[in-house]
């Protein structure tokens, strides 16, 4: 099975970016449309974007305008590149399938703090 492996986190101050990648082992192609999840602490797992093999985007009301997503089929890496953090945005990230799901990677923690 595919393997998922996200990467780019940290602390970061309000205000700050940070980009996150996601790397499969196999086809991201073939997985078809792919999201972003975080989930903070005593929450549910909340997908924010979503991309499809074609490029087409979608959003999260709370993300809208400051993250963006992206992704490269050719090295099966999926990308998201948030701007303008807030503590609220702190959470365990991952990366998924959101029509095919995977199992989960272990995420990346993005913590946003002053």
């Known amino acids: 099975q595919v393997q998922l492996v996200e990467s780019g986190g940290g602390l970061v101050q309000p205000g700050g970016s940070l980009r996150l990648s996601c790397a499969a082992s196999?086809?991201?192609?073939?997985?078809?449309?792919m999201g972003w999840y975080r989930q903070a602490p005593g929450k549910q797992r909340d997908l924010v974007a979503s991309?499809?093999?074609?490029?087409?985007?979608t959003y999260a009301d709370s993300v809208k305008g400051r993250f963006t997503i992206s992704r490269d089929n050719a090295k099966n890496t999926v990308y998201l590149q948030m701007n303008s953090l807030n503590a609220e945005d702190t959470a365990v990230y991952y990366c998924?399938?959101?029509?095919?799901?995977?199992?989960w990677g272990q995420g990346t923690q993005v913590t946003v703090s002053s």
């Open positions: 998924n399938g959101v029509k095919l799901r995977l199992s």
């Open positions: 991309i499809t093999s074609g490029g087409t985007t």
């Open positions: 196999g086809s991201i192609f073939l997985i078809g449309v």
